[in-house]
């Protein structure tokens, strides 16, 4: 059974840093791509990142220059390295994955998985 289990938040003072990390486990065949999002209380949930099957990383504006994504294909584990937070990063943030996945019958599946989601507050 696939599963993605996010870890590294926490809570962090304002131009602090915290790695965040989201690993896929199950009988994968191939993760497509990786997607990270984020939702603050009473918003709209963000798109803040996205890297593709080759590695290739591109970043929301609100967090350019600040996040840097690492993906370990070995480990299926990809980490988030988020540097000079601030109060408005403050939010949960879910990775979300594209992938192949192959069943107990054998079958290969394709469809997006979630994590379970990991809290990140940025206060003084």
């Known amino acids: 059974q696939v599963q993605l289990v996010e870890s590294g938040g926490g809570l962090v003072q304002p131009g602090g840093s915290l790695r965040l990390s989201c690993e896929a486990s199950?009988?994968?065949?191939?993760?497509?791509?990786i997607n990270w999002y984020r939702q603050a209380p009473g918003k709209q949930r963000e798109l803040v990142a996205t890297?593709?099957?080759?590695?290739?990383?591109n970043y929301a504006d609100s967090v350019k220059g600040r996040f840097t994504i690492s993906r370990d294909n070995t480990k299926n584990t990809v980490y988030p390295q988020m540097n000079s937070l601030k109060p408005e990063d403050t939010a949960v943030y879910y990775c979300?994955?594209?992938?192949?996945?192959?069943?107990?019958?054998?079958?290969?599946?394709?469809?997006?998985?979630w994590g379970q989601g990991t809290q990140v507050t940025v206060s003084s």
């Open positions: 199950g009988n994968i065949f191939s993760i497509i791509n």
């Open positions: 890297v593709t099957n080759g590695g290739i990383a």
């Open positions: 979300n994955e594209e992938l192949i996945s192959r069943e107990r019958n054998q079958v290969f599946t394709q469809r997006a998985y």
